[in-house]
C-alpha cells in the first residue's frame, strides 16, 4: 500500500549521473525534495553493488519516492560479467523493491526493449511475454519481476534506444566518424525508435505525480518516441541533418549491412518496436515522433568542436564508450 505523499515528496534518485539520470535530476526538481546520489557519494551511499550500504541508505532516508536510474548497461560485456550485471540490475533493484514496499514508497524504475526477444514485426505490448536473448536483458527482466514480487507500488518504464545531450551515444558516434570516414556499414535489420533522456524524464515526472496522487496508476509501461527506424535510418537521418546545417562531412556513402554481418558477444533483438498506448491512454499524453528529439540534439554546429569526452571522438568500437545498451552497430570502412 502506497503511503499518501507529505505535501512535499521526498525522492530518492539513484544514479544521477547516467544519461536519464542526469534529465532526471532537472525533471524531478519541481516535484518535492530531491536526493540525487551516484555510485561515489559518500554521505549516503548510492552504489548499487553494496547491497547493504543500499539498504541502509534507503532505511536512513525514508523517501516517499525511488527513482532508480543507475544501471549495468554494458550490453557486451555483460556477457562476461553477468554477476555483476545481476547485483546491479536485479539485486539491488530487489533491495530496492523491499525497502519501498516496507516503507510505502512509490518506486520508479526502468526497463528495455531487450527482454524481448525481438521476434517478428509487431510493436510489444507489456504483457506480451519476455524472452531477453542476452545476460543484460535476462538481468533487467529479473530487475522487473523481483519489483512486481515485492509489491510496493511501482512504475516500471521500458524504453528504447536512449540518447542524450549528455553522455555517448549512437548518434554522436555517427557524426564522429561521418567526419572521419567516406564510408559506414550500419545495421538495417535492428527496428526500434531512438528516445531522449530528457523525454523519457519528463514523462516520468508527469507520471510519477499522477500515480502519487492516483495509485491505481502504477504498473509496467512502453515509454518510447513514436515512429520507428533502423540503426541505418537512425545514422541516415542524423548525418543528414547535419548536412542540412552546413556541417562538412566526408561520409558520402552510408551502406545498410544485417545484424550477422556484424556478430557482437551479446545478441540484440530485430524487433524492438514498443506500443505506447498504455502509457497514451493512462497519462494522456502524446509522445512525439522520434525525428523530432534527435535533430535538434545532435546537429551541432561543428561536431568536432562538441565538449565530448575525447575518447569517442575517435574510438568507434568499444560497446561501452558508445553509450551503454548502444554497441557497435556500425563497421567503418
Ligand atoms: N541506453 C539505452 O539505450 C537504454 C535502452 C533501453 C533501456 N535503458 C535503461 O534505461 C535506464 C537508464 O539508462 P541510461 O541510458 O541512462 O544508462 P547510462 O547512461 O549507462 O547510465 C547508467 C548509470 O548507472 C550508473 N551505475 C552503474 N553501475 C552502478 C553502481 N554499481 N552503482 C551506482 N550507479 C551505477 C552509471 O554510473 P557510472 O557513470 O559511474 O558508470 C551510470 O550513471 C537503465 O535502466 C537502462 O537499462 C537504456
Known amino acids: 500500500?502506497?503511503?499518501?505523499?507529505?505535501?512535499?515528496?521526498?525522492?530518492?534518485?539513484?544514479?544521477?549521473?547516467g544519461q536519464v539520470g542526469w534529465e532526471l535530476q532537472r525533471a524531478l526538481a519541481p516535484l518535492g525534495t530531491v536526493i540525487a546520489l551516484d555510485r561515489h557519494s559518500s554521505e549516503h551511499r548510492g552504489d548499487l553493488s553494496d547491497l547493504a550500504a543500499l539498504r541502509t541508505t534507503i532505511a536512513r532516508l525514508a523517501p516517499h519516492v525511488i527513482v532508480n536510474a543507475a544501471a549495468y548497461t554494458a550490453v557486451d560485456k555483460a556477457e562476461?560479467?553477468?554477476?555483476?550485471?545481476?547485483?546491479?540490475?536485479?539485486?539491488?533493484?530487489?533491495?530496492?523493491?523491499?525497502?519501498?514496499?516496507?516503507?510505502?514508497?512509490?518506486?520508479?524504475?526502468?526497463?528495455?526493449?531487450?527482454?524481448?526477444?525481438?521476434?517478428?514485426?509487431?510493436?510489444?505490448?507489456?504483457?506480451?511475454?519476455?524472452?531477453?536473448?542476452?545476460?543484460?536483458?535476462i538481468t533487467k527482466l529479473a530487475g522487473e519481476q523481483a519489483i512486481i514480487a515485492s509489491g510496493c507500488a511501482h512504475l516500471i518504464f521500458r524504453t528504447s534506444w536512449v540518447y542524450a545531450a549528455r553522455g555517448a551515444n549512437f548518434a554522436k558516434t555517427m557524426?564522429?566518424?561521418?567526419?572521419?570516414?567516406?564510408?559506414l556499414?550500419?545495421?538495417?535489420?535492428?527496428?526500434?525508435?531512438?528516445?531522449?533522456?530528457?523525454?523519457?524524464?519528463?514523462?516520468?515526472?508527469?507520471?510519477?505525480?499522477?500515480?502519487?496522487?492516483?495509485?491505481?496508476?502504477?504498473?509496467?509501461?512502453?515509454l518510447a518516441a513514436l515512429?520507428?527506424?533502423?540503426?541505418?535510418?537512425?545514422?541516415?537521418?542524423?548525418?543528414?541533418?547535419?548536412?542540412?546545417?552546413?556541417?562538412?562531412?566526408k561520409t558520402t556513402l552510408i551502406n545498410p549491412i544485417p545484424t550477422h554481418q556484424y556478430p557482437t558477444p551479446a545478441a540484440r533483438p530485430h524487433n524492438s518496436r514498443l506500443n505506447t498506448a498504455k502509457l497514451h491512454a493512462a497519462f494522456g499524453l502524446t509522445l512525439p515522433h522520434w525525428q523530432a528529439g534527435v535533430a535538434p540534439h545532435e546537429t551541432p554546429s561543428n561536431p568536432t568542436q562538441r565538449h565530448y569526452p575525447r575518447?569517442?571522438?575517435?574510438?568507434?568500437?568499444?560497446?561501452?564508450?558508445?553509450?551503454?545498451?548502444?554497441?557497435?552497430?556500425a563497421r567503418i570502412r
Open 1 to 17: 500500500m502506497m503511503c499518501a505523499p507529505a505535501s512535499v515528496p521526498k525522492i530518492l534518485l539513484l544514479g544521477k549521473n
Open 175 to 183: 557524426l564522429c566518424l561521418a567526419v572521419e570516414r567516406e564510408q
Open 80 to 137: 562476461a560479467e553477468a554477476a555483476l550485471a545481476d547485483g546491479i540490475n536485479h539485486q539491488a533493484v530487489a533491495v530496492m523493491a523491499e525497502e519501498a514496499a516496507k516503507l510505502g514508497a512509490l518506486l520508479v524504475h526502468y526497463s528495455t526493449d531487450y527482454v524481448f526477444n525481438g521476434s517478428g514485426s509487431t510493436p510489444w505490448v507489456e504483457t506480451d511475454a519476455p524472452a531477453p536473448l542476452s545476460v543484460y536483458g
Open 227 to 249: 515512429g520507428e527506424t533502423s540503426w541505418h535510418g537512425y545514422a541516415e537521418f542524423v548525418i543528414a541533418a547535419a548536412r542540412g546545417q552546413g556541417i562538412a562531412l
Open 185 to 222: 556499414n550500419v545495421i538495417n535489420d535492428q527496428i526500434g525508435a531512438p528516445t531522449g533522456a530528457e523525454l523519457i524524464a519528463d514523462i516520468s515526472a508527469h507520471a510519477l505525480r499522477a500515480t502519487l496522487n492516483n495509485a491505481h496508476l502504477a504498473g509496467v509501461y512502453h
Open 311 to 329: 575518447r569517442w571522438q575517435w574510438h568507434p568500437l568499444a560497446p561501452r564508450d558508445l553509450g551503454g545498451e548502444q554497441a557497435a552497430h
